[in-house]
């Protein structure tokens, strides 16, 4: 059976599907469970235990004719109604435009700058039709009871009138059973050459529908209900049955051949939404049933793809106010013209309302996703450092907003006007310039400042702690040396590389060595200082045993140069395996780690960053003492919340204190158990370090992947005691922040630490009207000090436009930048409120804002049709992966650890990070060309995509799966693998074996680059098909319903129109 044609039929929606007892399952880093023996695979960082058979879900209403996966779908429908023909450029949505009457319109593919009835490609933009299925609560004949974990829709509708309306309100995007597939095009069904022109009111349209600029697409309206059906309409689905009450009329679709045009702006936006139009007709007998068509509905694949080819050759130049930079998923070069790059800073929407009304109408989130270090491509050129000597940069009088471009120079260039409060400043004697005809300063083109988005200052004294030039910082190892930590290698490992790795530390551009001084403390229940003074013969060990009251017995020799100490260093590392060889303590304590890197660094006056090496929940008596609390007792409850909050205020403070010092902590976690992730954590979230987690640590099988964030985490660029202020011009203001940093008043972000790949979110509120003639300005400042011990500031500068029109506003959103946020809010959410309710308002904003673009700037059409702005039509199968993601809807083996460690995760991670961390990247190997150095084309994220002959890749940022279909050629498996049968592959594998041939070399060479892509090193994962571990496998083919009961991708679009239905009545 290919898997492409599926005979089974899945479980109900909503329903988990019975898993493989006694398979111990990988997850982020789950625990085992008893009696089920352990595999070293994770799907984040470690294995997970085993799926045990779910009990049946209750009180679920399964709706009607959701599909199961690979079933053909039979829906009753009275209309065919399904526009997979759009038109033109891919950016901005038109405006305005009739719709032409039917028989004008001919198929044909998509093209940029083709015409296509009649409106060239500059004037609409080309669209693909999502396609939907009725979200129908109760229609079959048993009733099924289901467990709280799973995802619950509302009630049954309590009428046969209610449940008429329901269906009336779903057309379903629908293709002739006749149509032969579509040739070389992702989307929908090729249209015949000609149609019949639009039906006559009270006529049902015939065959294939008019054609439409927006994503429309219709679910069926069902023939009239009365009594129980006579038999489920699929095989799998049951339901309650529907009530018995005397047949309604049902509500027929009507086709007039003019709906879903986009309208020109409204100016004016009332705030009740008008009801849906009633179409009262009584039905006819329905059609034979059709199959629904899974490529309708907006593919995350093709507009990646469109995006590429549109935007991926030329240059995106910065110089234009609020112009949309290319997609995440688009290798593009960046060049700066006075906005700072997409790498820095990325926006949900580069156009914002110009009143708070308007924007709370809309419903749609003002937010900039902000990486102030990031990595550019090596063809970009770096920020310049600007010095302006010991007066320092040039700011505003009043708001203190720095030297930009888009400060005005009045009265000669003597006094500039600022651009984001308007206040009038002298220029300083040394910086004035004379200004030509047009009002610009003769040299802006020589000062970064003023020509370019994003650029250094070098800082005065004015800017450093007490007044007080800054010494280089330090990094501090700090390796557990209990005895799970000494008995898995991990101490000989850690010893062995530092030895070699520190070499590699930070330098500043063209240094010969690097400033950065190290120190090295191992610990257990109590801590060792070790004194590496170059003067020494050997390494001498001091030991604190008074946990309570940590101090550092020594201050000279702690802190060394390595190139000074080399040979006492080297002669350390190779001891402290050997000293704790046959230890058996078992006990750990943390807190005290935290305090004495802290007061070392307090002793040699710098900033720095602790590297903690941990495997153990600290319950040795010491501050900061923790219990074991886990409890999934609690999931679905209002006190799951507690299961991400710190178990004790201890760590907050200590975390505070860090911040003060500048004292980064980054933690590398190797648990075999419950660790408390999310109390451990706070130190390093709240200093802006990173957190790394190996679960059930092994070395054969988990070595390079800790190697490789370990040299990666030391070496990679960082700014210490860094502080952020986000400014911005009249009329908006910075309200709410989201990152791994700390605050203590509310506009300073500040960071112990804040590296490349770190990002901050920023949310921002009207406060006044703004004008569509000056736009908005944001000006993001931080403060830090660099690796050499420079004290510097990094300015990137952003102008956006502003509208009176919500057309304008939904044409020129950001869908990634909007889940990377939205994404971040809900986590945010979880510490506070129970998850249902976190799901339920991000399910509601998103209806809003889909509503709100379908009363405002649609034409007016059915209301059984879904129409999606051309910029948002992936929100709806995005905004579902975050709901099925593991700390919004956990499956029975993921650990709290692990939503807690993902929860840390994504709050910081930028918005590639979130692209593929949520929709993971899908390619199939078998079709890579292995003479050129391309990637296969991407496929979507659905098991009835994959081919029993093929292998496929999925990655997410944190795991490479290298999935093998029974069905594969001898010849690739042997070429692959080296070994010569499907059944021989091992699952064991943590790299692929060197073998010299093209494929081979051409698979390790995709890996490669994708490990080159992402900021920490995937864990590779061998999935044989119908092996035990598919079922992981499948967890991340984000289409598809999940096990733990997420909708799948067309059941969740369905309902969003259910949603945003309720909301236009």
Not at 45 to 70: E, H, I, V, W
Not at 838 to 848: F, G, P, S, T, W
Request: aromatic share 8%; with cysteine; hydrophobic share 35%.
């Amino acid at each position: 059976m290919s898997v492409n044609q599926q005979a089974h039929t899945g479980p109900p929606y909503g329903q988990p599907q019975p898993g493989y007892q006694g398979y111990q399952q990988p997850a982020y880093g789950g625990q085992p469970l008893p009696g089920v023996p352990q595999l070293q695979y994770g799907a984040y960082n470690g294995p997970m235990p085993g799926y045990q058979q779910p009990a049946p879900p209750q009180g679920y209403f399964p709706s009607l004719g959701f599909p199961s996966k690979g079933s053909p779908v039979s829906l009753n429908s009275d209309t065919s109604s399904l526009a997979p023909n759009f038109i033109g450029s891919l950016r901005a949505p038109s405006t305005s435009g009739a719709s032409l009457p039917s028989d004008h319109l001919t198929y044909s593919p998509f093209g940029q700058g083709d015409v296509q009835n009649g409106i060239p490609a500059s004037a609409a933009p080309m669209q693909r039709p999502p396609a939907s299925q009725p979200y129908l609560p109760g229609s079959a004949s048993m009733p099924v009871t289901q467990t709280p974990t799973f995802q619950q829709y509302g009630p049954p509708p309590t009428s046969v009138q209610q449940l008429s309306k329901h269906m009336a309100g779903m057309t379903v995007g629908i293709i002739a059973a006749s149509a032969p597939p579509p040739a070389g095009l992702g989307y929908g069904a090729p249209r015949p050459p000609t149609m019949p022109g639009p039906p006559l009111p009270g006529q049902t349209a015939a065959g294939p529908p008019a054609s439409q600029p927006n994503h429309v697409f219709s679910p069926p309206p069902p023939s009239s209900v009365s009594g129980p059906q006579p038999g489920p309409l699929m095989s799998g689905l049951h339901g309650p049955p529907p009530p018995t009450h005397p047949p309604q009329p049902g509500y027929q679709m009507q086709q007039n051949g003019s709906f879903g045009q986009v309208r020109g702006p409204q100016p004016n936006c009332g705030a009740a939404y008008p009801g849906p139009p009633n179409y009262g007709r009584q039905p006819g007998p329905p059609p034979p049933p059709k199959r629904l068509d899974p490529d309708s509905i907006p593919s995350p694949i093709q507009v990646i793809e469109d995006d590429r080819n549109n935007c991926g050759s030329e240059p995106f130049v910065t110089g234009v106010r609020g112009q949309v930079p290319p997609l995440v998923t688009t290798d593009f070069l960046v060049k700066d013209q006075g906005n700072a790059s997409p790498r820095y800073i990325r926006c949900t929407s580069y156009n914002i309302p110009c009143t708070s009304d308007m924007a709370k109408q809309s419903q749609v989130p003002l937010a900039a996703v902000i990486k102030p270090l990031a990595t550019l491509r090596p063809e970009e050129t770096l920020p310049y450092l600007v010095d302006h000597g010991e007066s320092g940069p040039v700011r505003c009088n009043r708001c203190k907003a720095y030297m930009c471009p888009f400060m005005q120079f009045i009265e000669g260039g003597r006094r500039f006007q600022c651009c984001f409060c308007s206040c009038v400043t002298e220029v300083p004697p040394h910086y004035f310039q004379h200004l030509d005809h047009t009002g610009k300063r003769v040299d802006f083109c020589d000062r970064p400042e003023l020509s370019l988005g994003s650029y250094e200052f070098l800082a005065t004294v004015d800017y450093c702690k007490n007044n007080k030039f800054p010494s280089p910082p330090a990094f501090i190892f700090m390796i557990d040396v209990s005895y799970n930590a000494v008995k898995s290698g991990l101490v000989r490992l850690i010893c062995e590389e530092l030895k070699s790795l520190l070499d590699y530390l930070p330098r500043e551009g063209n240094m010969e060595e690097s400033a950065i001084r190290v120190g090295f403390v191992t610990y257990n229940k109590v801590l060792h200082f070790y004194n590496v003074k170059s003067s020494l013969a050997q390494p001498q060990m001091m030991v604190v045993s008074d946990v309570a009251d940590m101090f550092v017995p020594l201050l000279d020799g702690f802190l060394v140069n390595v190139n000074e100490s080399r040979t006492v260093i080297a002669s350390l590392l190779d001891q402290i395996p050997e000293m704790f060889a046959d230890t058996r303590e078992t006990e750990t304590v943390f807190a005290p780690v935290i305090q004495a890197g802290l007061e070392a660094l307090k002793a040699a006056e710098c900033a720095g960053k602790l590297f903690i090496f941990h495997t153990s929940l600290p319950i040795a008596e010491a501050p900061g003492k923790l219990k074991n609390r886990d409890d999934k007792k609690l999931i679905n409850t209002d006190k799951e919340k507690t299961l991400f909050q710190p178990q004790t205020s201890f760590y907050n403070n200590l975390a505070k204190d860090c911040v003060t010092q500048g004292c980064c902590v980054d933690l590398f976690l190797f648990p075999n158990q419950y660790l408390d992730v999310a109390t451990l954590g706070v130190v390093t979230y709240q200093t802006g370090g990173s957190i790394y987690k190996y679960a059930y640590f092994q070395l054969e099988t988990d070595q390079d992947r800790f190697l490789n964030d370990l040299r990666r985490d030391v070496q990679k660029e960082v700014g210490f005691d860094a502080v952020m202020r986000v400014r911005t011009s009249t009329g908006i203001r910075a309200t709410d922040f989201f990152g791994a940093f700390y605050m203590s008043n509310t506009t300073d972000v500040e960071m112990a630490g804040l590296d490349c790949d770190k990002t901050i979110t920023v949310e921002f509120k009207h406060d006044d009207k703004l004008s569509e003639d000056s736009g908005a300005l944001l000006q993001c400042a931080l403060l830090y000090t660099s690796c050499a011990g420079q004290r510097r500031l990094r300015i990137h500068n952003l102008s956006l436009n502003c509208c009176t029109q919500l057309a304008d506003l939904y044409r020129n959103c950001e869908t990634d930048t909007l889940i990377n946020y939205l994404a971040k809010y809900a986590y945010r959410g979880v510490l506070s409120s129970p998850v249902k309710t976190v799901r339920d308002a991000l399910i509601n904003q998103c209806a809003q804002i889909l509503a709100c673009y379908r009363k405002n700037c649609a034409s007016p059409s059915s209301a059984g049709q879904l129409i999606l702005p051309e910029c948002m039509k992936l929100l709806p199968v995005y905004l579902n992966c975050v709901l099925k993601s593991d700390v919004l809807q956990p499956g029975l083996e993921v650990t709290t650890d692990d939503r807690a460690y993902i929860r840390q995760l994504v709050t910081s991670m930028d918005v590639a990070e979130t692209n593929v961390f949520f929709y993971p990247r899908l390619l199939p190997l078998t079709k890579a060309d292995v003479d050129s150095d391309s990637l296969p084309a991407a496929i979507r994220n659905s098991e009835e995509r994959l081919s029993k002959g093929d292998i496929y890749l999925l990655e997410n940022g944190l795991n490479i799966f290298v999935w093998v279909g029974v069905n594969v050629q001898q010849g690739l498996i042997q070429n692959l693998f080296g070994v010569s049968s499907f059944s021989q592959i091992s699952n064991g594998l943590s790299t692929l074996p060197v073998l010299e041939n093209p494929f081979s070399k051409k698979v390790r060479s995709i890996i490669d680059m994708l490990q080159m892509q992402r900021s920490r090193y995937m864990k590779l994962i061998i999935v044989k098909q119908e092996d035990k571990l598919e079922m992981l496998f499948k967890h991340f083919l984000v289409e598809d319903k999940s096990l733990s009961g997420g909708a799948s991708y067309v059941d969740f679009l369905c309902h969003m129109h259910k949603e945003i239905r309720q909301l236009l009545s």
